[in-house]
């Protein structure tokens, strides 16, 4: 059974910042690429960023230069820090895992607000 646990969301203001936690179970971590999406009501969910099994990270041009996304291996555990964030950073943050069409797991997802 694949389990993607998320946590460290929140509220913070804006310029602050947080660090995701996504812990797995149930997969071979180190194959796979971990992604960190988020949704807002009403828009499709899009991606925020990604590292590969091979270490190779892509950012959303919204969040390069604020957001780092890391993998520790060993602990089956994929990070996003979270730096001088904004109020159009608020959404649900989900976790991805994907090593093929048929191997792609989700979180539930935690959410993340930004505000005074």
């Known amino acids: 059974q694949v389990q993607l646990v998320e946590s460290g969301g929140g509220l913070v203001q804006p310029g602050g910042s947080l660090r995701l936690s996504c812990a797995a179970s149930?997969?071979?971590?180190?194959?796979?690429?971990m992604g960190w999406y988020r949704q807002v009501p009403g828009n499709e969910r899009e991606l925020v960023a990604i590292?590969?099994?091979?270490?190779?990270?892509n950012y959303a041009d919204s969040v390069k230069g604020r957001f780092t996304i890391s993998r520790d291996n060993p602990k089956d555990t994929v990070y996003l820090q979270m730096n001088s964030l904004k109020s159009e950073d608020t959404a649900v943050y989900y976790c991805?895992?994907?090593?093929?069409?048929?191997?792609?797991?989700w979180g539930q997802g935690t959410q993340v607000t930004v505000s005074s």
């Open positions: 590292i590969t099994s091979g270490g190779s990270v």
């Open positions: 149930g997969i071979i971590f180190k194959l796979y690429a």
């Open positions: 991805n895992a994907k090593l093929s069409s048929s191997r792609n797991f």
